[in-house]
Every structure is written in structure tokens, then in C-alpha cells.
């Protein structure tokens, strides 16, 4: 029989492997399958960007190239935004 697990449990699980602990040891010391914890933390990474999570495999596949996009913009953002900063402050500092 399958065991249920509470929402607050693959809270603090997903949370576990967010703050930087490897899948594995986590798995491990729950007491968990890797690959429940697996689902645990992809649903999470899902819904932190208002995605519901779905059990279809071409839904999956969508929303995980969307996530793969997302963090692909974010990075773009980043980079244009140290890029305004730099120029910013060399525009402060002309030469006298």
C-alpha cells in the first residue's frame, strides 16, 4: 500500500533539497523514493511560477521548456541589468 504524505511534508522536503541538500540524502533520511521527491520538487518549481502541475507527459514536457525559458530570460535580465549599472556609473565618472 502506498504511503500518503501531508502537503506541509513535501513542503519541508522540497524545501530540504532547496536549501541546498542533495536529492539523495534527502530521500534517504525522510525515508522517501527519489523519484517521489523528484515530482515533489518539479511541482514545486511549477507552481513558483503559477504553473499547475499535470500528469500528462506533453503538458510536462511544455511547462518544463517553459521553465527552461523563464530561467533563460532571468538570465538575460541579470546580465542587461549589471550591463545598465556598469554604464551608469561610467557616465557618473567622466573625465575631467
Known amino acids: 500500500m502506498p504511503r500518503i504524505f501531508t502537503e506541509e511534508f513535501k513542503k519541508d522536503a522540497v524545501a530540504l ?12 533520511d525522510l525515508g ?9 520538487v518539479r511541482d514545486a ?3 513558483s511560477h503559477g504553473m499547475t502541475p499535470s500528469s500528462d507527459a506533453d503538458e510536462r514536457k511544455e511547462m518544463s521548456q517553459a521553465l527552461k ?6 538570465m538575460e535580465n541579470e546580465v ?4 545598465a549599472a556598469y554604464l551608469s556609473q561610467s557616465h557618473i565618472r567622466s573625465p575631467k
Do not use: M
Open 69 to 74: 525559458r523563464i530561467r533563460e530570460l532571468e
Open 32 to 40: 522517501v523514493s527519489k523519484t517521489a521527491l523528484q515530482t515533489w
Open 45 to 47: 518549481r511549477y507552481q
Open 17 to 28: 533539497v532547496e536549501s541546498g541538500i542533495s536529492q539523495k540524502q534527502v530521500s534517504a
Open 80 to 83: 542587461l541589468r549589471k550591463a
